[in-house]
């Protein structure tokens, strides 16, 4: 059974590390979008929905945390997955409050981006 393409939103204002994930999520059958900040990602996610948004905290103009708040109101369901290199406890509790499923902390491996996307696709399969 051939694997359902993901649309994925990747929101990083560091452009290098959206290029790497891009390279990692497309290998992975996702097809990726790309945003610069938290502004930019709700935008994007209005527009086209993707199943998951990988989301860095800290960004310049609207950062991850208020975005995902301003998804989330968008729709309850958005997957979203924090990445962040300010990796602190009280950072971590609050994006899951706001409703993130997942957080990583920057540098991520490719094991926690592939369970990432193991447990998207088993979200998205289900609500097929």
Known sequence: ?????LKILICDDSSL?????????ESRNCE???AKNGKEA????????????????????????????AIREIDKKAYVVMLSS????????????????????????????EKALTDLRKKVDSNA
Do not use: C, N
Request: hydrophobic letters at 45%.
């Open 42 to 69: 709700v935008m994007m996610f209005l527009k086209e929905r993707p199943h998951g948004i990988f989301m860095d905290i800290v960004m310049p103009e609207v950062g991850g945390m208020e975005a995902l708040k």
């Open 17 to 25: 590390l959206r290029k790497k994930l891009t390279q990692e999520l």
């Open 1 to 5: 059974m051939l694997e359902k393409t």
């Open 32 to 34: 990726v979008m790309e």
């Open 86 to 113: 300010a990796g602190t406890s009280a950072k971590l509790l609050e994006s899951v409050k706001l409703g993130a499923v997942d957080f990583i902390q920057k540098p991520y491996t490719v094991e926690q981006i």
